[in-house]
C-alpha cells in the first residue's frame, strides 16, 4: 500500500510535468494550456453523460430485482475516470479517458474482477467458534450438526467441571 501512495502522490506528478514540458516545448506554451483545459472541459461533458446512463443501468438493475455489480463498478471507474480527467495532465486524461469509455471499461472491470476474485477466496470450512462436544467435532458421521443447548444468545452453557478441564487442541 505505501509503494501504491509512493506512486500516486510522487512518481505521477513528476511523470506528468515531465510529459507537460515536453509538449510544451514541442507545440508551445498556449496550445499545451489549450489541450489541458480542453481536457478537463470534455472530461466533465463525458462525466456527466456517462454518469447519468451508470445511473439509469443502476435504477434499472434495482427495478429487475438483482444485484447491480457491474453498475457499480462501472459507476467508480466512472467517477475515478473523471477525477482524473479535471486534474491536469497528459497521463492521468488518458487513464480518465479509458475509465469513461464503455469498451476500454469492460476490459477495466473483467481485470478488476480477477483480481478482486484471486484476493478474497474463502475456504470452504465452517466455523466452530472455539466450542466443541466431548468426543470432536459438532458434527455427526451423516454430517448434520448436533443440537447444542444455549441460554439464548452467546456460548453454550458449559457444566462446572468443562470450565475447569483445559480446551481440546484443534
Do not use: K
Amino acid at each position: 500500500m505505501g509503494l501504491l501512495l509512493i506512486l500516486l502522490f510522487i512518481i505521477v506528478p513528476i511523470a506528468e510535468l515531465y510529459v507537460i514540458i515536453q509538449v510544451g516545448s514541442a507545440i508551445g506554451v498556449l496550445p499545451t494550456l489549450a489541450i489541458i483545459l480542453g481536457g478537463a472541459v470534455v472530461g466533465s461533458a463525458l462525466l456527466r453523460a456517462q454518469g447519468r446512463a451508470a445511473w439509469r443501468r443502476f435504477n434499472a438493475a434495482l427495478q429487475q430485482r438483482r444485484f447491480p455489480a457491474r453498475e457499480t463498478a462501472d459507476g467508480v471507474m466512472i467517477v475515478v475516470g473523471g477525477t482524473l480527467l479535471l486534474t491536469p495532465g497528459f497521463i492521468t486524461d488518458i487513464v480518465g479517458l479509458a475509465l469513461l469509455f464503455p469498451p476500454s471499461r469492460g476490459l477495466v472491470r473483467a481485470l478488476m474482477w480477477r483480481y478482486l476474485r484471486r484476493r478474497f477466496e474463502f475456504a470452504h470450512a465452517t466455523a466452530s467458534w472455539g466450542y466443541r462436544r466431548m468426543g470432536g467435532s459438532p458434527y455427526d458421521v451423516e454430517g448434520s450438526a448436533h443440537e447444542v443447548p444455549t441460554n439464548g444468545a452467546g456460548p453454550p452453557e458449559r457444566s462446572p467441571d468443562e470450565r475447569q478441564r483445559p480446551p481440546l487442541p484443534p
